[in-house]
């Protein structure tokens, strides 16, 4: 299922780098419609979008150390 959704947002990002050939400022004197807002907000939100992936490996690996640390004081 985790290469299922690998696949799926690498496909997703080969897809919208096709789309962002230039900075949202660069696509508007074109006129760019849709595709401006669009990339406009992708770049806004992809920060978020790597710290929400990389905070829930951070929780996860401190949870399995946890329970790492728990096992090895019952033994």
């Not at 508007?28 to 419609?33: A, D, E, H, I, Q």
């Not at 946890?66 to 033994?75: F, G, H, I, N, V």
């Amino acid at each position: 299922m985790k290469r299922a959704h690998a696949a799926l947002l690498a496909a997703m990002l080969v897809g919208v780098s096709r789309a962002a050939f230039a900075c949202p400022a660069c696509t508007t004197r074109s006129g760019g419609g849709l595709a401006v807002p669009l990339l406009l907000g992708a770049m806004i939100l992809t920060p978020y979008l790597v710290a929400t992936a990389v905070l829930r490996i951070v929780r996860k690996a401190e949870a399995e150390q946890k329970l790492e640390d728990q096992a090895s004081e019952r033994a």
